[in-house]
Structure formats: structure tokens, C-alpha cells
């Protein structure tokens, strides 16, 4: 099967940075899109940023000019740096990638999730 493990959060004050890292492993062939997605409490959850696997990337408006999202393909790893962080960006931070696997099947998975605390 395959796993995505996140790592990277914590508790951070306003104005300052943290990087999100997730890693794919298992029965993987191919990663197409990658992305991050987060939940605030009380809230839906939301796309963050998202990176094609030609590197086209594309950001929710609220982080535009803050957060970057990149890739290294070779570690089936997908980062989120994270700047100018804001109380607002408070949430659980969610890995998601399209795989395709060595059971010749397309499917979407998540990692567990990380908290990201932004305090004012």
C-alpha cells in the first residue's frame, strides 16, 4: 500500500515561519499532483497549495506571496515553507497526492495530519 507521513508542525508565533515536510512511500509507480489542504476548528476543510508534477503550482488566495509549495520527485516528497505566518493559519495541515501504484490504480491519499499553531 502506500503511506504519506507529515512532519514539520508545531507551535509558532506570529510573524514566523515553519516547513512541512510529507513523504510518500510504498507500492508507487508514478506521483502525479501534490498538495496541502488544512482545517481550522469549526471549519471546513480547505486547499492550501498544490503542485502539478510539472511543478505548476497553484495557492489559495489567503497565503499567495507567504507559503511556497515545492517537490523532490526523486524522495516522493512534497514541502510547504511557510512564512508571515498569521494566527489565522492555525489548523491541521493535510498531505494529499494522486499515486499511481503498482496495481495499475489511480487513487488520491492523505497523510494524518499535522497541527500547525500560530499564536498572537
Known amino acids: 500500500q502506500v503511506q504519506l507521513v507529515e512532519s514539520g508542525g508545531g507551535l509558532v508565533q506570529a510573524g514566523g515561519s515553519l516547513r512541512l515536510s510529507c513523504a510518500a512511500s510504498g507500492s508507487i509507480i508514478s506521483i502525479n499532483n501534490m498538495g496541502w489542504y488544512r482545517q481550522a476548528p469549526g471549519k471546513q476543510r480547505e486547499l492550501v497549495a498544490a503542485i502539478t508534477s510539472d511543478d505548476i503550482t497553484n495557492y489559495a488566495d489567503s497565503v499567495k506571496g507567504r507559503f511556497t509549495v515545492s517537490r523532490d520527485n526523486a524522495k516522493n516528497t512534497v514541502y510547504l515553507q511557510m512564512n508571515s505566518l498569521k494566527p489565522e493559519d492555525t489548523g491541521v495541515y493535510y498531505c494529499?497526492?494522486?499515486?499511481?501504484?503498482?496495481?495499475?490504480?489511480?487513487?488520491?491519499?492523505w497523510g494524518q495530519g499535522t497541527q500547525v499553531t500560530v499564536s498572537s
Open positions: 494529499d497526492a494522486v499515486i499511481w501504484t503498482v496495481f495499475l490504480r489511480t487513487s488520491h491519499y
